[in-house]
């Protein structure tokens, strides 16, 4: 991409942002801990690749 585009993506990234915060409104805190601790095992995981 090009510096062109840097702003496109900048508002790209805070609409995924607050979609993201739309969809954990009203989740318990602790709950959305949870979750986001494992849709970050998940990505380490996809991250290392098919290792089977």
Do not use: C
């Not at 609409?15 to 998940?42: C, H, M, R, S, T």
């Amino acid at each position: 991409m090009t510096s062109k585009a840097e702003p496109i993506l900048q508002e790209g990234r805070l609409i995924q942002k607050q979609y993201f915060n739309w969809l954990l409104e009203g989740i318990d805190p602790e709950e959305k801990k949870a979750f986001l601790n494992v849709l970050k095992q998940i990505a380490d995981h996809f991250d290392q690749g098919d290792e089977r």
